[in-house]
């Protein structure tokens, strides 16, 4: 009968390394406070022995539990599935584990997977707020004794590092450049206009039209395909039809172009097409679409970053920063053939 191979101790790696217990846990908590040559002694002596923390007696200790929660709506989007993606190669790089929760943007189900993680333990947070203006949530996230950050939007009125992009700017970039192709009924579509992305990208249409004098042409009914190709072809058969569409979110913009294409109405001798957010397609479908694109790896990255440096700088002890980080990064115009830009070949 064969005997079960006892499992390293902390003891054993010390006697190995030739350190005390305590220089041990240090090493194994992540803790800044221990000189390299001796780190460097007893992570040999762990990795010669394979010894491995018991990770409930660390937490029972109150020790870090190497994982790190993402609360996103959805990680069907591309926008948040490469978004987490950025995020988890920042936490695999700091040895931990990334939990991914969606919350399909209902603050109930965002609250109650916020509960759920801090049930776990989890070392931080990062959160797309389905509501940068909730109170609940931000009086929560508030009482949490973990570092949060906010990433691609920001909750308001909080204490709480967010990392976004300036969706404001770049709505109004890509409704100045359709201004600049002499279009002069420009269409806003989109849905979700509660979401503050949504709201900033809207605020950036309506500042270059105002700018410009133009109307303020704005339908926030798009839901699905049918909602949209229902707006497309009411307006298309009006008696001032548009000449040009911005969409400001990739299922809309998809949804648009899909609908022009079967009412076979010419992109870009009709109606030009701007969309918001780069997807996978829109380089290759004929004519291909402009876009505004988002720095998506970058957000990830950056909030986890700023979530790690906010532990380590905590050590083993929740403390927060002085004063809220936020960065707000640029987006970048795709310049295409939909907004009849005819340098360009497909």
């Not at 939990?99 to 801090?118: A, G, K, R, S």
């Not at 039209?209 to 058969?237: F, G, N, W």
């Not at 720095?295 to 950056?302: A, F, H």
């Amino acid at each position: 009968m064969t005997t079960r191979s006892k499992r390293p101790t902390v003891s054993e790696v010390a006697r190995l390394a030739g350190v005390g217990t305590t220089t041990v846990s240090r090493v194994i908590n992540g803790s800044t406070r221990v000189d390299p040559k001796t780190l460097e002694r007893v992570t040999d002596a762990i990795e010669k022995l394979g010894y491995m923390p018991n990770q409930a007696a660390r937490i029972l200790r109150g020790a870090r539990t190497r994982t790190i929660g993402l609360l996103i709506p959805s990680i069907a989007d591309p926008f948040f599935s490469s978004c987490a993606e950025a995020a988890q190669a920042i936490a695999r790089a700091n040895d931990s584990l990334l939990i991914v929760i969606t919350t399909q943007n209902d603050p109930h189900i965002e609250i109650e997977n916020v509960n759920v993680l801090m049930r776990h333990q989890v070392d931080g947070l990062i959160i797309s707020p389905a509501n940068s203006q909730s109170p609940t949530l931000r009086d929560i996230v508030q009482r949490l004794p973990v570092p949060v950050v906010a990433m691609d939007r920001p909750l308001l009125n909080s204490s709480v590092p967010s990392v976004l992009a300036d969706n404001c700017a770049g709505a109004q970039e890509a409704t100045r450049h359709l201004i600049e192709h002499g279009r002069r009924r420009i269409v806003c579509l989109t849905g979700e206009a509660t979401l503050y992305t949504i709201r900033e990208r809207i605020r950036g249409y309506r500042k270059a039209v105002d700018v410009a004098r133009l109307p303020c042409i704005l339908d926030t009914s798009i839901r699905d395909y049918k909602s949209a190709e229902y707006a497309v072809q009411s307006m298309m058969a009006g008696g001032e039809p548009p000449d040009a569409f911005l969409t400001l979110k990739n299922s809309t913009t998809i949804y648009t172009f899909e609908a022009l294409q079967k009412l076979k109405i010419a992109i870009p001798e009709s109606v030009a097409l701007v969309g918001y957010d780069d997807f996978e397609l829109a380089a290759t479908v004929r004519p291909s679409i402009t876009v505004v694109q988002q720095p998506v790896d970058e957000i990830g990255r950056i909030a986890a970053e700023i979530l790690f440096e906010d532990l380590v700088r905590a050590g083993s002890v929740r403390a927060r920063h002085s004063g809220p980080q936020h960065v707000q990064l640029k987006t970048r115009l795709i310049r295409r053939k939909s907004c009849d830009c005819s340098m360009l070949t497909d």
